[in-house]
């Protein structure tokens, strides 16, 4: 059983561009997160999410924006695709008291041309 | 969040001991200690964390300084699937814990 699951793998688009990545957990976690993986593969948070409260890395531009249809969910929408959004990108999950054990995704990998 | 330093790479033999460094000279009192590792095309790993005192897993030991500036991750039989990419992290254990990943070291397994 796949406990974080991101569809798709491989996202290959044009600048300018809009497109989403999903993201789902079956591990009955409250709390989500996504992650950006560029290309010297340095990993950089980019939001948290817990029902009703979101933490957004201040340095994530707007164009990025996560959407939650419900718990298990966490979906990145991308607006407006530029040359440097082009990364792995990983969704995580973990229990609100146990944040320091997050289950991640296997990767989406973003290019954009 | 306070900064970590670790060695870009190292070496080891499989089926030997590896000791993975890292320093952390301005944790802070309520900083827990974090440790992720990354195989070649897979998402971060879970590894251990700690506070204070030395801690066992099934994965590894954490060996944690007296004056908590530094820390060891223990692997004690390295393996080839152990080649990974290892992430010290510190963070409090609190809701909403993001974690701030840096260089990491990447340990190759030789067999």
């Known amino acids: 059983d796949t406990a974080v699951s991101q569809t798709p793998k491989y996202l290959v688009t044009q600048m300018g561009n809009d497109k989403s990545i999903k993201c789902e957990q079956n591990?009955?976690?409250?709390?989500m997160y996504w992650y950006k993986q560029d290309s010297k593969k340095f990993l950089k948070i980019m939001f948290s999410?817990?029902?009703?409260?979101?933490?957004i890395n201040e340095t994530v531009p707007n164009r990025f924006s996560p959407k939650s249809p419900d718990k298990a969910h966490l979906n990145l929408h991308i607006n407006s695709l530029e040359l440097g959004d082009s990364a792995v990108y990983f969704c995580?999950?973990?229990?609100?008291?146990?944040?320091?054990?997050?289950?991640f995704g296997p990767g989406t990998r973003l290019t954009v041309t | 969040d306070a900064k970590t330093t670790q060695p870009n790479s190292m070496e080891s033999n499989e089926e030997e001991p590896v000791h993975l460094p890292c320093n952390h000279s301005t944790i802070s009192g309520t900083d827990y200690i974090h440790w992720y590792r990354q195989l070649p095309s897979q998402g971060p790993e879970y590894v251990i964390h700690g506070l204070t005192s030395n801690v066992n897993n099934r994965m590894a030991s954490l060996a944690i300084a007296e004056d908590r500036k530094s820390s060891t991750l223990i692997l004690h039989r390295a393996t080839l699937r152990d080649a990974a990419v290892y992430y010290c992290i510190l963070a409090r254990n609190n809701a909403g814990n993001m974690l701030t990943f840096g260089g990491g070291t990447r340990l190759m397994v030789k067999p």
């Open positions: 591990l009955g976690h409250d709390t």
């Open positions: 999410y817990n029902n009703k409260e979101l933490i």
């Open positions: 995580a999950s973990c229990y609100r008291d146990r944040g320091y054990e997050q289950y």
